[in-house]
DNA sequence: CCAAAAGTGTTATGTGTACACCCATGA
DNA sequence: TCATGGGTGTACACATAACACTTTTGG
């Protein structure tokens, strides 16, 4: 039992973040993926990521990999990015033992990449990932699969009790935009006089502006709301049925 | 921005799991620390922990490193080991580069362990770890410290939402027991009546055994329960005040 | 009998839910 | 004017909190 001690030079092994960019486009919860060009998986999709670099910290590598594959000038307002999981099953790269720490980054929704972006990358609804039959056969590559169900997971239950739903939301948002969030995100439909009472009542998650957005299609225009300085919700936003 | 990708075989780090084990010891949240034998830190007190091996996955490491430090007939009932964080800073292991996952262990009160183990382990309370100027200097090797307030804040939020306070039980237990660790976790007050409504009236949590316990010192012998299928709670076990 | 701890009942207060209703805008 | 969506009010179910009260044991 002491042995492991007592040959602590014995192991190494590579070390990459992976990076699950999850997004609403199209009123659809998505994942950001690129193209593999690489020997492990060429041509399949993946998630963003690479290996640490020697005097990086990891927060600062999952940085640098997301502003690497997202565009330089990306992030308009708001965003998160908070390190998920640690993932390291002896097999899961082909060639040599790696251990990947995943992060979960939230953003409002960003524009088509497809066009003249440096990466290849696309915006893959989470619907598409997850067939009925279970997580057999992923589509992506590596068990990049289950990073992107851990994340969704992840972003499903701190949606409740923290203000992260505003991350997801570009400056200034309504109350309609916020609500549509959990209503995509969680899968449910929420009582949108309810909704507004709770989140008005909840100190620290939104600030009014006072001003009124201009009507898109016919209807009352909306307030305009900001993030507020809370980072955890009291009380929580519980979704229903559950 | 393409250069991580193409020299993919650069960097190489040691990865280590770290456990926090955490147990209730005379009305005390205590977390176990072994005596540091090794060239970083030697003599000083630290998380137990080990290189992963070869063909190891990480949570056959944590168990692996729990079963050694802590005996091997260690889980009398009960128990609970879980991923909590990666720590990953260029500098925390001064030889070189290390990367430690650490986990989360919930256990029932262990024995003392000062007097015959093979390992030089001891019991230390929480409550020596974090004196009110903050984290200027642990008493822990490493980013220890730093490990076990993660660890900490992690048990006390994960009381709410899962069935996870039961962990911290040996079967059978009494309601008493299992309030007793909600109050020492959360460092509050529970009203007693109305902790054995919520508790049982919580799908899954505990179930009912129909014997009663001995009588301690005084007093009517208390039910005695198991833990219950449920792992995540509805509704939850809120603390009051915050 | 008394102290101590377990268990039951009752009531006030707050929170979530459902739904009826009013307001402001575009067409 | 109507349709559409934003915003307000209200009644009901339910959960929590506080505390009085009964039950069962050891001394």
Redesign the interface.
């Known amino acids: 039992?002491?042995a492991?001690?007592q040959?602590?030079e014995?192991?190494?092994?590579?070390?990459t973040v992976d990076v699950v960019v999850l997004t609403i486009r199209h009123s659809e919860l998505s994942v950001l993926v690129v193209e593999r060009?690489?020997p492990p998986f060429d041509g399949q999709w993946g998630l963003p990521g690479?290996?640490?670099?020697?005097?990086?910290?990891?927060d600062v590598a999952a940085g640098?990999?997301l502003?690497?594959h997202a565009g330089p000038g990306q992030p308009p307002s708001g965003g998160h990015l908070e390190?998920l999981?640690?993932?390291?099953?002896?097999d899961r790269d082909p060639r040599r033992?790696v251990?990947s720490?995943a992060y979960l980054g939230l953003f409002p929704g960003l524009p088509d990449l497809d066009g003249g972006a440096?990466?290849p990358g696309r915006w893959l609804p989470i619907d598409e990932l997850a067939p009925p039959a279970g997580r057999g056969s992923s589509i992506l590559a590596f068990d990049h699969g289950a990073m992107v169900a851990d994340g969704v997971e992840r972003a499903r239950s701190k949606l409740e009790y923290s203000s992260l739903a505003t991350a997801f939301c570009e400056e200034p948002f309504t109350l309609a935009d916020l609500r549509r969030v959990y209503e995509i995100v969680w899968g449910v439909h929420l009582d949108v006089p309810n909704f507004r009472r709770k989140v008005r009542s909840t100190p620290g998650l939104v600030e009014g502006l006072g001003r009124r957005a201009v009507a898109a299609s016919g209807g009352r225009p909306a307030e305009l709301y900001r993030r507020g300085g809370a980072r955890l919700l009291?009380p929580a936003m519980l979704r229903p049925c559950?």
Do not use: S
């Open positions: 039992v002491l492991t001690r040959r602590e014995a192991t190494t092994a590579g070390v060009d690489g690479g290996f640490i670099e020697a005097d990086e910290d990891l640098r990999v502003a690497c390190q999981r640690t993932y390291g099953a002896p033992r251990v720490v440096a990466e009291h559950l």
